[in-house]
């Protein structure tokens, strides 16, 4: 990959992680601790469920990544 290439959620460089439930199942359905679905940047804290949605603040530093499907469809 040269640096002009656009980069993927997958590349090693990127950080993102997969957010759990921290409330009981009466308050968001989720057991406690169970994957929400919910994907996190962990360059601003933005999130979305579906990384290709996420609306990074201005100045992230991952704000350009998106998935290979995404590129080619948008």
Do not use: K
Not at 20 to 36: K, N, Y
Not at 54 to 62: K, P, T, V
């Amino acid at each position: 990959m040269n640096d002009e290439d656009p980069l993927s959620f997958t590349h090693p460089t990127t950080q993102f992680r997969l957010l759990r439930s921290h409330s009981p199942p009466t308050v968001d359905g989720f057991p406690l601790e169970a994957l929400t679905g919910e994907v996190e940047c962990m360059a601003c804290g933005s999130s979305a469920m579906n990384v290709d949605e996420i609306d990074h603040d201005d100045e992230c530093d991952q704000a350009d990544v998106h998935s290979r499907y995404w590129r080619e469809t948008h």
